[in-house]
């Protein structure tokens, strides 16, 4: 692999985290496990038993959580102080030749799981101030399904993975921004309607 595509995915990776922490440190380990991919020493320790078996049991409590409106904003403020360590953790360890974790590194994952976390927290903070559920449910399965179908690609095809991310990260930014507009007019109408 390429010093790009090492830096595609350690990047990657780092913004899956911003999304799905948990689910994201599961498949890299679970990868090494079965020995799908040749992790970098750094990342060996997401192989051991017990990563996987907190991360697993984390990920099913975020799946769960992420789908009551109000408790997945909730958990995505506690998650903040998750989400860009991992990030910061993931990118660092894929960058590292000797499993020595660089500060460049660090910072640059840190920075890519934070922008991903508050492009996630703010598009479904938006999200729930919309009167009905289904937006909710709809929301959390598309970032299911991206972090399953980014984590599946990552390792095979990098750049399309970050890309893809990127781009679907962009598209729940766009729908929010839609939805609160479309609040945001309804909103004298609402008032004035007789009660």
Request: contains cysteine.
């Amino acid at each position: 692999m390429t010093e790009a595509h090492v830096f595609a995915l350690g990047l990657a990776l780092a913004c899956l985290a911003g999304v799905r922490a948990y689910l994201t440190v599961f498949g890299v380990g679970l990868a090494g496990l079965m020995g799908w991919v040749d992790l970098p020493s750094a990342l060996e320790v997401t192989s051991s038993p017990w990563v996987l078996g907190t991360a697993a049991a984390l990920a099913l409590v975020e799946f769960a959580a992420d789908k009551i409106p109000g408790v997945d904003s909730g958990w995505d403020l506690l998650q903040t102080l998750a989400r860009i360590p991992a990030g910061a953790f993931l990118a660092a360890a894929t960058l590292s030749d000797d499993g020595q974790l660089g500060t460049g590194a660090l910072v640059l994952g840190g920075s890519a799981a934070l922008g991903m976390h508050l492009i996630k927290t703010g598009t479904r903070a938006a999200i729930n101030t919309s009167p009905e559920p289904v937006s909710n449910w709809v929301a959390s399965a598309g970032e299911d399904i991206t972090a399953l179908g980014a984590l599946a690609l990552v390792f095979a095809h990098p750049w399309l993975a970050l890309a893809l991310l990127l781009l679907a990260m962009l598209a729940a930014a766009t729908l929010a921004w839609w939805v609160l507009r479309w609040i945001w007019r309804r909103r004298p109408r609402l008032r004035a309607a007789p009660g």
